[in-house]
């Protein structure tokens, strides 16, 4: 027969078409999330437990953590808030509350518009040239500057055609658009204007991975920032440089990287149940009952999707907050028998997690249960990605980029698929592929792995 047709859901799992017609809301960041599983499963092949993930295409750019192993997932999502970013700004969009992988999302992507406001301040998005017409150097009717344009003048992307020779660019353009839109309202030379645009997309970019690190109670300097999607691992060393990140990984494929982590998600279905109760005097065998029934409908679950139990799993979590507290947070709960010490240890383990999170915590005050949640999971066989390599396809030329700390100078171009496992690179330099471009800052150094990603550390 045919294969069992999946929909990749915003909690980082799959799930049938007969769910996601029943909760569409399920899918509405299905794109990034798919993302951030394969970062985690770059994280997992290299053996990386520290992530911070950054997806930068052409229209937004996407931040998440992954901490020890663990993507981190949230109760509720907003949509539409914030102007320029989603869950910026908390009651500015609408609010979802169904699980979804904790992402930051900004208006800072390949297309994003440069322009200046009436006060002559030069801003970068929220608006986007899309593909159609997209950047002015695409050739499609364009007129507005984009990063696209920006990363081409200071010759971080090919001035003469991307995707592998199959995109004619126009760097004329380009710099027409720049000059005319933004440095002559400015008083800019076109290089400047150029500059100007990517310093302020890289720090709206900053802002985003800050607020999934730093504050999540995350010290950025403790994970390696992998980078992906089109135009990520151009502006991905820059960002590192700002949060002082000590690597960056950019996997094989980065321009489609997401599609691995769709094919790779494993089948994910979320429960709850809302009990509110006092854990000091919660009577354990009602969170006993509540949890074997929940068990029992998952178990089912995964037995009619055809998973065999040596591929399922069930994981338990409940939203827990202290008294007259207006949200909760997710603690993870032991497997085995809930106990009165089970839950002692519930409530030990919010007083962490509420530390971490806000930086401080009141062993002191009554803790209370609001829901009880369980995930579960049919495992799906695990992926590897395989190196490809092609010494024929060697390229090495040099063209002028600017950095801020050489200005436009002098720098080696080198064409991914010829790289050979252990070749370092010495920043600055370019390293181009048909789907992404990485740019090597000065002070960094890129090494080519066994596997096909470039790990750039700082020299």
């Given at each position: 027969?045919?294969?069992?047709l999946y929909?990749m859901?915003s909690?980082?799992?799959?799930?049938?078409i007969a769910?996601a017609l029943?909760?569409?809301?399920m899918a509405?960041?299905?794109g990034?999330?798919?993302?951030?599983?394969?970062?985690?499963l770059?994280g997992?092949?290299?053996?990386r437990a520290?992530?911070?993930?950054?997806?930068?295409?052409?229209?937004?750019?996407?931040a998440?953590l992954?901490a020890?192993?663990?993507?981190a997932?949230?109760?509720e999502y907003?949509?539409g808030g914030g102007?320029?970013?989603?869950?910026w700004l908390?009651?500015t969009?609408?609010?979802?509350r169904v699980p979804?992988i904790d992402?930051?999302?900004?208006?800072?992507?390949?297309g994003?518009?440069?322009?200046?406001d009436?006060?002559?301040?030069?801003?970068v998005g929220?608006?986007?040239?899309?593909?159609?017409?997209?950047?002015?150097?695409?050739?499609?009717?364009g007129?507005?500057?984009t990063v696209?344009?920006?990363?081409i003048?200071?010759?971080?992307l090919?001035?003469?055609?991307?995707?592998?020779g199959?995109?004619?660019?126009?760097?004329a353009?380009?710099?027409?658009?720049?000059?005319?839109?933004i440095?002559?309202p400015l008083?800019?030379?076109?290089?400047?204007a150029?500059?100007?645009m990517?310093?302020?997309?890289?720090?709206?970019?900053?802002?985003?991975?800050?607020?999934?690190s730093?504050?999540?109670?995350?010290?950025p300097?403790?994970?390696?920032l992998?980078?992906?999607?089109g135009?990520g691992?151009?502006?991905?060393?820059?960002?590192?440089?700002e949060?002082q990140?000590?690597?960056?990984?950019?996997?094989?494929a980065?321009g489609?990287?997401s599609?691995l982590?769709?094919?790779a998600?494993?089948?994910?279905?979320?429960?709850?149940?809302t009990?509110y109760?006092?854990?000091?005097?919660?009577d354990p065998?009602?969170?006993?009952e509540l949890?074997?029934?929940?068990?029992?409908?998952?178990?089912d679950?995964l037995?009619?999707?055809?998973?065999p139990?040596?591929r399922?799993?069930l994981?338990?979590?409940?939203?827990?907050?202290?008294?007259r507290?207006?949200?909760?947070l997710?603690?993870p709960?032991?497997?085995?028998p809930i106990t009165?010490?089970?839950?002692?240890?519930l409530?030990a383990?919010?007083?962490?997690?509420?530390?971490q999170t806000?930086?401080h915590?009141?062993?002191?005050?009554t803790v209370?249960?609001?829901?009880?949640?369980?995930t579960?999971?049919?495992?799906?066989?695990?992926?590897?990605?395989?190196?490809?390599t092609?010494?024929?396809?060697?390229?090495?030329?040099?063209?002028?980029?600017?950095f801020?700390?050489t200005?436009?100078?002098?720098?080696?171009?080198?064409w991914?698929?010829?790289?050979a496992?252990?070749?370092?690179?010495?920043?600055?330099a370019?390293?181009e592929?048909?789907d992404s471009?990485v740019?090597?800052?000065?002070?960094?150094?890129?090494?080519v792995?066994?596997r096909?990603?470039i790990r750039?550390s700082?020299?």
């Amino acid at each position: 027969g045919l294969p069992q047709l999946y929909v990749m859901g915003s909690n980082g799992g799959v799930f049938d078409i007969a769910e996601a017609l029943r909760m569409p809301a399920m899918a509405i960041e299905s794109g990034p999330a798919a993302g951030v599983i394969a970062a985690a499963l770059a994280g997992n092949e290299l053996g990386r437990a520290n992530l911070i993930s950054f997806d930068m295409g052409g229209t937004t750019a996407k931040a998440s953590l992954i901490a020890g192993g663990e993507i981190a997932v949230t109760a509720e999502y907003e949509v539409g808030g914030g102007g320029a970013a989603k869950r910026w700004l908390q009651g500015t969009g609408h609010p979802v509350r169904v699980p979804v992988i904790d992402l930051v999302e900004v208006s800072a992507g390949g297309g994003s518009i440069g322009w200046v406001d009436p006060g002559g301040a030069l801003k970068v998005g929220p608006h986007s040239a899309g593909a159609d017409p997209g950047p002015a150097a695409y050739g499609k009717g364009g007129r507005e500057p984009t990063v696209s344009d920006a990363d081409i003048v200071l010759g971080y992307l090919d001035r003469e055609a991307l995707l592998g020779g199959a995109l004619a660019v126009d760097a004329a353009a380009a710099e027409t658009a720049i000059r005319d839109r933004i440095g002559a309202p400015l008083g800019l030379a076109v290089t400047d204007a150029a500059a100007a645009m990517v310093e302020i997309v890289n720090s709206n970019m900053a802002e985003a991975l800050r607020i999934v690190s730093i504050e999540r109670g995350h010290d950025p300097r403790e994970f390696a920032l992998i980078a992906f999607g089109g135009a990520g691992p151009v502006h991905a060393a820059a960002l590192a440089d700002e949060l002082q990140i000590p690597e960056v990984i950019v996997p094989p494929a980065p321009g489609a990287f997401s599609a691995l982590g769709l094919v790779a998600s494993d089948l994910k279905r979320h429960y709850s149940r809302t009990l509110y109760a006092d854990l000091a005097t919660l009577d354990p065998a009602r969170v006993a009952e509540l949890l074997a029934r929940m068990e029992e409908t998952a178990t089912d679950m995964l037995a009619a999707a055809g998973i065999p139990p040596d591929r399922r799993a069930l994981v338990r979590a409940a939203d827990v907050r202290y008294r007259r507290q207006a949200y909760e947070l997710t603690v993870p709960m032991v497997h085995g028998p809930i106990t009165r010490a089970a839950l002692d240890n519930l409530a030990a383990a919010f007083h962490d997690k509420h530390l971490q999170t806000y930086g401080h915590a009141n062993p002191r005050e009554t803790v209370q249960l609001v829901n009880l949640r369980l995930t579960a999971l049919g495992h799906m066989p695990s992926l590897s990605l395989a190196r490809r390599t092609d010494p024929s396809a060697a390229r090495r030329r040099q063209r002028e980029v600017w950095f801020r700390e050489t200005g436009l100078a002098p720098c080696p171009v080198h064409w991914r698929d010829g790289l050979a496992a252990g070749e370092d690179l010495v920043g600055p330099a370019i390293v181009e592929a048909a789907d992404s471009t990485v740019v090597v800052s000065p002070g960094w150094i890129a090494a080519v792995d066994s596997r096909g990603y470039i790990r750039l550390s700082r020299r």
